[in-house]
């Protein structure tokens, strides 16, 4: 029998100043902070204990995901693949923006107004790609793939409907399997790796 199997460790990049600040990203090429490495780094080492054994990560190109990507891979010594159909949703003239900002001109309802934002169907276009690509060519593996908030909430709700949650957090980890053509999650938007050393 033919072995069906992926495991995809899902990761949001660590937190960028603008995170911080509360300032929507996008495309922008906004850099890790501090506290962002540092949570890599926490995410790393527990990656390192993990009972699963990673074979790679793959990466959006953006510096905030490239190096928390890099962050990872040295810690378990395997390599990284930059996948730009991982970048973040263009979030067009909104970049930049604080959530008052964006109210302030489009209103409320502003992720249906903006103009020039890439729409749900164009991540999901690109999502989809990079997973059915990686099911064909890495059967039998396990992968950790480092992205963004808004590409990985919207990757969730496709792979697995039944699965919400209000927001994904920096170096957080989702696991989902994909076995006989289903997709199922193991762990969902998990950061005790982080909260360990604020509550120590």
Known sequence: MTLDFLRLGWIR?????????????????????????????????????????????????????????RIIARRLSVPVVLDDRLRERSFGSAEGTTEAERHARWGTEWRTRVPDMERDEQIQAR???????????????SWLVVTHGSFLARMVLTLCPRLEDPYIRNASLTVMEHRNGTWNTVLHNCTAHVDAVRDG
């Open 13 to 69: 990049h660590g937190q960028t100043e603008w995170n911080r600040l509360g300032k929507i990203q996008g495309t922008t090429d906004v850099p890790l902070d501090a506290e962002g490495r540092r949570q890599a780094e926490r995410l790393a080492e527990r990656l390192a204990g993990d009972v699963w054994r990673w074979h790679g990560v793959a990466s959006s190109p953006l510096s905030r995901a490239a190096e928390t990507a």
């Open 127 to 141: 999502g989809l790609a990079f997973v059915e690509e990686w099911v064909r060519r890495h059967n039998g593996e």
